[in-house]
């Protein structure tokens, strides 16, 4: 009954690290999503994928990349870490119209 | 620019009283959500409205979305503690695919005792 499980659930990075957020669901959910979200900003869509094997982009794509190999996990990567990545991240799954989400991932960016 | 605007983006109220949140654009959406997250978790679905018009009760929560398929509203009866948290619209434009969302940034409610 785990859902959507993202890993890790908090993180501190230096600038310019690189790093891999994973998300896991176990609903066989075609559509898979990477949201952030930042005070005042409210949740704004980063990549997703409408199926295993493909991704799109987002609202805010710029300085992450994705991928989607296996249908159950979407993976989120920075490749230069900056200040302004700092954010919580969501990870989303849906069949249709109504979305589960993961607990999310605390990222700091120093 | 905000595609969801939320409204009011905090309320504070007491125990047993009734409030009601907005959530306006000026887009039309062909389905609408309504979420709630607690603090360090993330947003829960409460309900789903594709019909213009529509209007859906879940115990103490109604729902309602517009004729025109470009606004909702939330109303909370006699609100309890419990009831505190974000509450999240989120909209599907037509041709979104994959059904990707729009969110508006929340209206943060505080019930207390």
């Known amino acids: 009954n785990a859902g959507v499980t993202q890993t890790p659930k908090f993180r501190v990075l230096k600038t310019g690290q690189s790093m891999t957020l994973l998300c896991a669901q176990d609903m066989n959910h075609e559509y898979m999503y990477w949201y952030r979200q930042d005070p005042g900003m409210g949740l704004r869509l980063i990549h997703y994928s409408v199926g295993e094997g493909t991704t799109a982009k987002g609202e805010v794509p710029d300085g992450y990349n994705v991928s989607r190999l296996k249908k159950q996990n979407f993976l989120l990567g920075l490749e230069s870490a900056a200040p302004s990545q700092t954010s919580v991240y969501f990870c989303?799954?849906?069949?249709?119209?109504?979305?589960?989400f993961g607990s999310g991932t605390r990222l700091t960016v120093v | 620019t905000q595609l969801l605007e939320q409204s009011p983006q905090f309320l504070s109220i007491q125990e047993g009283e009734n409030l009601t949140v907005y959530c306006n654009s000026s887009s039309v959406f062909s389905s609408l959500q309504w979420y709630r997250q607690e603090p360090g978790e993330g947003p829960v679905l409460l309900v789903t409205?594709?019909?213009?018009?529509e209007v859906k009760k879940l115990k103490r929560l109604t729902f309602q979305f517009g004729d025109a398929r470009k606004d909702s509203s939330l109303h909370i009866t006699a609100a309890q503690p419990g009831d505190t948290g974000l509450y999240l619209c989120a909209g599907r434009q037509r041709g979104n695919s994959g059904y990707a969302l729009n969110f508006g940034k929340g209206t943060s409610l505080l019930v207390t005792p």
């Open positions: 989303a799954s849906s069949q249709n119209y109504g979305y589960t």
């Open positions: 409205v594709v019909t213009g018009g």
